[in-house]
């Protein structure tokens, strides 16, 4: 396996933590939107301010993996 395979391959390990992250707060958004809990909407601008970067993480992600050669190939610089 080359550098660019193993590369892949942890960037492909991020994303999918990422899912699991976006996941999570998901959930504690709902929880946060319950109408009935004392701490209703108290986390709603962190939640707000996680899920904006979830969107930038996401994007810089699908950049580096679009930057990693496929294939092994020598950098000329």
């Given at each position: 396996?080359?550098?660019n395979d193993?590369k ?8 999918r933590?990422?899912g699991?992250l ?9 929880l946060?939107n ?16 996680m ?5 930038s ?6 950049r ?5 050669p ?8």
């Amino acid at each position: 396996m080359t550098s660019n395979d193993m590369k892949k391959t942890i960037l492909g390990n991020i994303n999918r933590i990422l899912g699991e992250l976006n996941q999570q707060i998901n959930i504690i958004e709902a929880l946060d939107n319950d109408s009935a809990s004392s701490g209703f909407l108290d986390l709603h601008d962190q939640i707000d301010v996680m899920t904006r970067c979830m969107v930038s993480f996401e994007a810089v992600l699908v950049r580096a993996v679009n930057i990693v050669p496929s294939k092994q190939e020598k950098n000329n610089v």
